[in-house]
């Protein structure tokens, strides 16, 4: 779709970096403010990350501008601030398919692109894989440098530093650029948070700038720096007091939505040897004032009028799984002042907005740091608390050894509220909670519960709060509950291991695991088999797959995850310990990896509808 209709005349004449680099200097503000515009009016028609590109424009022109990419090394970390790079490198014209089914993947994907030197979908990935490219760029002597761009709070999750610490060490040639918007997803925390916010304060850092830019643009000058500044320096190295320890020449910060100010800026650094850090101050939002004000909720957007500035108002009438687990919070917390609240950044993509305003000493934000949180949460355990871990599917996956080791094994009552299980929509193939139930089923000790609807994920959150000998999983899908009017029903344990029984059939079972019931019970209909809502992965109601097996001809098992080591897995585990003699079929997520689409298009495209589940179901048995 081409909507330039001569409004970017700059930008018209870019269709590769290497177009780019031939603008003269003061063509530079202009592509920006055009590159800007575009990015404004691509992304209201097609949806998607917002604000983080929005802050990301000059940097990314200046950047594309003064390294020889793709021979130059490029990494964007976190992907949400690389949509300007992808308009840049070739990919203009199809921007406006970014996150839509065979349309351009939602971050930095290699299959998509040469400019995109590393796939990413999670933070913090960039330094640690920067230094390996850099390392390997030297042995090959032919100039290449390494640029590494971390932004959206990534450089809060411990394996940044893991990255620097090493990289200080070795000495190799490597640029980490902090894109400092002082947020990530949700606002930013933590001390290191706070370090910045006072050490680069605007009094601060509009002072050091004022006395500074000329200089920073000749080699820095910093003893004419120094000199000049007097006093204010002394807060000035303050900060730059940790990366200079981690072994980083520390520059900045400067200004990041002054295109020829970074130009020069990089223009010097390029040629500076070892390990540089260089700290870029900008506005997530710029340029747009809604999401200026609140770059929280234009962080990731669905199609909106630019002009009116708002955003489509929800269905207030409907719920999400991650509300239904706000409000079960908020009123346990009511009554029980030892329930800990836990997310590693993901506050409102969490349902924890209410429970974090209400009941603010219960309520812990970690940083972008997943380890933490789950060893953290065993710490809480341990002092006789009750944690309750809320976290992605797909993000819990880094956390996997502390599940194991600081969880598990020491049996500790910590609840884990895992959201975004099973398909999850637009953000493709990274994000995909497929593996979660093969993950977490082969850790002894584990509690494991799929709701089928609203009511049951609250009544699976109590009890998994009330069950103190092991840790608990409770595991919910992304969107909307299906009804069930969890507000109004009182709430009660459930009994470990039991299945229920929705429909009475004959020949076939269908042994449904969590929120595909309501396209099992069309199938089950249809074929007039019996459903079942088996409420638990582990431990399996082993009396009712008995029963099943002894009445039916045929056992079909059902979920949202990976058919390798999944629920179904588990029912073929037991079938065959018992002796059983009663063919399975298991329905799941197949052995790739999910690329992004609408829920209802893969679902669909999986075979994971109701259409699909009865096609699969009739193939297999005639």
Same mark, same amino acid.
């Given at each position: ?93 199809? #921007? ?66 893991? %990255? ?68 204010? #320096? ?65 962080? %990731? ?80 355990? #341990? ?191 037991? #079938? ?47």
């Amino acid at each position: 779709m081409n909507c330039s209709l001569n409004k970017y005349s700059v930008l018209d004449l870019i269709n590769t970096p290497k177009e780019l680099r031939q603008l003269s200097e003061d063509k530079l503000m202009k592509l920006c403010n055009e590159l800007r515009q575009f990015l404004l009016t691509s992304v209201s028609r097609s949806s998607g990350h917002f604000a983080s590109g929005l802050g990301a424009i000059e940097l990314t022109v200046a950047l594309h501008y003064i390294y020889n990419t793709p021979f130059d090394y490029l990494i964007w970390d976190v992907g949400h601030q690389a949509y300007p790079h992808k308009i840049l490198t070739g990919r203009r014209e199809l #921007i406006f398919s970014i996150r839509n089914r065979n349309g351009l993947h939602p971050f930095p994907c290699r299959d998509e692109s040469e400019y995109d030197v590393l796939s990413v979908g999670h933070s913090s990935t960039s330094i640690s894989a920067g230094l390996g490219l850099a390392i390997a760029a030297e042995r090959e002597m032919l100039g290449r440098r390494t640029v590494c761009v971390i932004g959206d709070g990534a450089i809060t999750a411990g394996m940044a530093f893991e %990255a620097m610490n090493h990289a200080g060490s070795v000495k190799s040639d490597l640029l980490v650029i902090l894109n400092d918007n002082e947020m990530s997803i949700s606002k930013n925390v933590g001390a290191l948070n706070k370090h910045y916010a006072h050490i680069f304060s605007k009094k601060i850092y509009s002072s050091l700038k004022s006395d500074s830019n000329k200089m920073l643009s000749n080699r820095f000058m910093a003893k004419k720096l120094i000199e000049h500044t007097g006093n204010k #320096i002394k807060h000035f190295s303050t900060s730059s007091s940790l990366f200079s320890q981690l072994g980083f020449n520390y520059i900045g910060p400067i200004n990041g939505h002054n295109v020829l100010e970074l130009v020069h800026t990089l223009r010097n650094v390029r040629n500076m040897k070892g390990p540089q850090f260089l700290h870029v101050i900008t506005k997530k939002g710029c340029g747009y004032k809604p999401a200026e004000k609140d770059p929280i909720k234009w962080h %990731a957007v669905p199609k909106f009028d630019l002009k009116i500035g708002s955003l489509p108002i929800e269905n207030t009438k409907s719920i999400t799984y991650s509300e239904i687990f706000g409000d079960w919070l908020c009123q346990v917390a009511a009554h029980d002042n030892k329930i800990i609240g836990i997310t590693p950044a993901m506050r409102e993509g969490s349902g924890m907005n209410m429970f974090s305003q209400k009941y603010p000493k219960q309520y812990f934000d970690v940083a972008i740091a997943e380890q933490h949180a789950v060893t953290f949460a065993a710490g809480l355990a #341990i002092a006789g608390y009750k944690p309750v871990v809320a976290i992605y599917s797909t993000f819990l996956q880094r956390a996997y050894d502390q599940v194991i080791h600081d969880v598990a094994i020491q049996s500790l009552p910590v609840l884990f509220a895992v959201d975004r299980g099973g398909i999850v929509g637009a953000d493709g193939q990274t994000h995909q909670g497929a593996f979660d139930l093969s993950y977490l089923r082969c850790v002894p000790n584990m509690i494991i519960m799929a709701p089928s609807d609203a009511y049951e994920c609250k009544l699976m959150l109590h009890t998994g709060y009330n069950y103190q000998y092991g840790p608990s999983v409770v595991r919910y899908p992304k969107g909307l509950a299906i009804p069930g009017d969890a507000d109004k029903k009182k709430l009660y344990t459930l009994p470990l291991s039991k299945g229920v029984i929705r429909r009475q059939g004959n020949y076939i079972a269908i042994l449904n695991f969590g929120t595909l019931l309501r396209s099992a019970t069309n199938v089950a209909s249809e074929l007039d088999a019996t459903l079942v809502d088996m409420r638990f992965i582990k431990p399996l109601d082993g009396v009712l797959i008995k029963t099943l097996a002894k009445n039916h001809q045929f056992l079909i098992t059902l979920e949202e995850n990976t058919i390798i080591g999944g629920a179904g897995s588990g029912v073929n585990e037991f #079938i065959m310990q018992n002796k059983l003699s009663v063919p399975v079929l298991n329905i799941g997520l197949p052995d790739f990896f999910v690329p992004q689409g609408s829920q209802s298009e893969m679902l669909s495209e999986l075979g994971l509808d109701s259409i699909g589940i009865y096609k699969k179901i009739m193939t297999w048995i005639y």
